[in-house]
């Protein structure tokens, strides 16, 4: 089923909305320190994500949901994501 527009959905109920890249830390902690978007409203953050972001293979796919990998796609898929962490962590450190 269809939920577009989330958000205009919120909004038509009364709750006060903002949309955000779900797999982005910064926005997430951003939204959330906004919270509440207006006093005497609930708060409602839609976050756009992409299922299994970091593990190419399987990146935005429906496998993602039930993937049983074997040893080296798993040591594969980890190595990927410490090389995604640690270049998150030499920007955070700049």
Known sequence: MNMAPITGKFDAFGWATTEIDGNDMGQILAALDRVPLEPG??????????????????????????????????????????????????????
């Open 41 to 94: 409203r609930p708060t409602a953050v839609i976050a756009h994500t992409i299922k299994a972001k970091g593990i190419s293979p399987l990146e935005g796919t429906v496998d993602s949901h039930y993937w049983k990998p074997k040893a080296e796609e798993l040591a594969a898929a980890v190595r990927e994501l410490d090389a995604t962490v640690a270049a998150l962590e030499q920007e955070a450190a700049k």
